[in-house]
């Protein structure tokens, strides 16, 4: 699989990045604020959904569906103020799912907060001069069995 690149510059681009987030995940020490470079980057196991309903692999040879996930970074600019809950940069432990990233703009437009909703009522919160995301692969994809569920609420 060749690597996925994408940068967001506005809300609809914003949609069709956190698809590509959905289900990612990742461990405290992975989230690193340069607050003097005003960048956010988060090193993430990005779970491949644009292959999971193909199925192909080994695993599809044998029967059984295997799905993909890759590492990669999101790297976040312009970012002026972080706030998380229920992150605690000493839990080395904690595994957090990424749900989605979404865009809530101030009265200008263009500043506002990016969210990034986690499972289990968790988030981060960054104040932004504007949406400047991009999303980049780095490494090898490797196969897994598991794909994610989410239940009906």
Known sequence: ???????????????????????????????????????????????VWEKAQKGGG?????????FERHKAVLHFEQV???KTKGLNPSDADTVFSLLSIEFFPE??????????????????????????VRLADFDAAWETTNKPKHPLS
Do not use: P
């Open 1 to 47: 699989m060749s690597a996925l690149k994408m940068m967001a510059m506005d809300e609809e681009d914003l949609t069709v990045l956190s698809a590509h987030c959905q289900d990612a995940v990742f461990k405290a020490a992975d989230v690193t604020w340069l607050a003097a470079e005003k960048r956010f980057l988060i090193s993430i196991n990005r779970f």
């Open 107 to 132: 009265e200008d437009g263009v500043s506002g907060q990016l969210e990034l909703m986690l499972a289990d009522d968790h988030s981060i919160r960054l104040n932004v001069d504007c949406i400047e």
């Open 58 to 66: 080994l695993m599809g040879l044998l029967g059984r569906k295997s």
């Open 80 to 82: 002026t103020q972080v």
